[in-house]
C-alpha cells in the first residue's frame, strides 16, 4: 500500500471510531473531549493527506472561508459554498419553526423573551427590526432536549473546568481530615491522578490546537480561542456572522434607507426571483428573509468588479473577489 492510500484509510478508520464514540456518547464520561482527540488526530492525517497528495489552492466560500470544489451560488462578488446556502436557509421566524415542529402558536416567540433569549450572543436567535430569527439548530439543542437550557449554558470545557474544581474541593476535605480515617491516603493519590488528568485534558483544549469542526461549515477551525460550544454542537465565528447576516425585509429597508416595503413589492414584480432560487431569499411564515448579500448585488451593483480579463484562470478570480469583497465587508454589519 502506497503512503498515500495508507494516510487515507488512516482517515477511515479515524472517522470510524469517532463515530463509535458518538454512537456511545451517553455511555462515556468525558465523550466530548474524546470526540475533540480523535478530531485532533483526524485533522493531522487529513493535512498530511492534503500535502502528500497537493491539492491546490482551490476557490473558497466567501462565507465560511472554506475551500470548495464547486461553489453552488455565485454572485457578481460572492460565492455561497452548499454548507453556507443551508446555513442561511435554516434561518426563519419563529411562526415557522412553531409549525413545522407542530408547536403551539407563540411558542417559540415566548421563549425568544424568555428561556433562550440568552442565545442572542451565539446568534441563533436574533431580533431583527420587531422578528426574532431563530436558527433550525435550537429544534434540536432546546426543543428536543426537552426545552431546557442547562446543556446549553454551560460548555463540555466549562463543565470539565467545574469537575476539576470538585474534584480539588474533594481533595481539600481529606486533606483537612487528615491521615485518620482509613483509605484516605489511596483517596487523596486518586483524586490527585484525576485532577493531573482533567488539568493536561483542559491544557490540551485551551492549548491554541484547536481540532474543532464546525457543525454548519464542517471547516476546522482556525481561529484563537474556542468557538461556540453548545453541547455537540460547534459554531465557528464566520458561521455565527453568515446567520447574522440573515434578516429580515423590514431590517433589511432600514438599514439602507429603503421606503417600507420596497421590497416586499420587488419581490412579487419578480425582480429578486433569481436569489430565491439561489436559496438567499425566502419567505418564512409571512414574512420575507434573506442574506444581506442579496441586496447588496441586486440593488448596489455599481459595487461591483470591473470586468477582468478572461487569460486569468476564473478560480483565481473568483478567489481574489471573494477576498476583496471580504475586505471590504469587514465591519460592515
Ligand atoms: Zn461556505
Ligand atoms: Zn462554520
Known amino acids: 500500500m502506497s503512503i498515500i492510500d495508507g494516510t487515507y484509510q488512516?482517515?477511515?478508520?479515524?472517522?470510524?471510531?469517532?463515530?463509535?464514540?458518538?454512537?456511545?456518547?451517553?455511555?462515556?464520561?468525558d465523550a466530548p473531549y474524546h470526540i475533540f482527540s480523535i478530531n485532533a488526530m483526524i485533522r493531522d492525517a487529513e493535512m498530511r493527506y492534503e500535502r502528500l497528495i497537493k491539492i491546490p489552492n482551490k476557490v473558497k466560500c466567501s462565507q465560511c472561508d472554506q475551500s470548495i470544489e464547486e461553489h453552488s451560488v455565485r454572485l457578481n462578488n460572492e460565492l455561497f459554498c452548499n454548507h453556507c446556502v443551508r446555513t442561511i436557509s435554516q434561518v426563519m421566524n419563529t411562526s415557522e419553526m412553531e409549525e413545522r415542529n407542530s408547536m403551539k402558536a407563540g411558542t417559540v416567540k415566548q421563549d425568544c423573551n424568555n428561556a433562550i433569549k440568552f442565545l442572542q450572543k451565539t446568534s441563533l436567535v436574533r431580533k431583527s427590526n420587531k422578528c426574532w430569527l431563530v436558527h433550525e439548530s435550537l429544534i434540536e439543542l432546546f426543543y428536543h432536549a426537552g426545552r431546557s437550557r442547562r446543556h446549553l449554558e454551560t460548555s463540555w470545557v466549562d463543565e470539565m473546568e467545574n469537575h476539576i474544581k470538585q474534584l480539588q474541593n474533594q481533595l481539600r476535605i481529606f486533606n483537612e481530615l487528615g491521615s485518620s480515617p482509613t483509605g484516605t491516603t489511596l483517596q487523596v493519590f486518586s483524586l490527585n491522578a484525576q485532577i493531573n488528568d482533567y488539568e493536561h485534558r483542559l491544557k490540551t483544549v485551551q492549548g491554541g490546537i484547536h481540532p474543532f469542526r464546525c457543525s454548519q461549515c464542517n471547516g476546522w477551525i482556525r481561529a484563537v480561542g474556542l468557538p461556540i460550544l453548545l453541547g455537540h454542537f460547534t459554531l465557528c465565528h464566520n458561521c455565527k456572522t453568515t446567520i447574522e447576516r440573515v434578516?429580515?425585509?423590514?431590517?433589511?429597508?432600514?438599514?439602507?434607507?429603503?421606503?417600507?416595503?420596497?421590497?416586499?413589492?420587488?419581490i412579487h414584480r419578480g425582480l429578486l426571483d433569481k436569489y430565491q432560487e439561489m436559496g438567499l431569499l425566502r419567505q418564512s411564515g409571512s414574512i420575507w428573509i434573506m442574506h444581506v448579500s442579496v441586496i447588496k448585488d441586486y440593488y448596489f451593483p455599481e459595487k461591483q468588479e470591473t470586468p477582468v480579463s478572461i487569460d486569468i484562470p476564473p478560480s483565481l478570480l473568483a478567489r481574489s473577489a471573494a477576498i476583496l469583497q471580504r475586505k471590504q465587508d469587514s465591519g460592515y454589519i
Open 247 to 266: 434578516m429580515t425585509a423590514s431590517e433589511i429597508e432600514t438599514r439602507f434607507n429603503f421606503v417600507p416595503g420596497r421590497i416586499r413589492k420587488d
Open 10 to 29: 488512516q482517515i477511515l478508520a479515524l472517522n470510524q471510531k469517532k463515530e463509535d464514540i458518538i454512537t456511545l456518547k451517553d455511555e462515556l464520561p
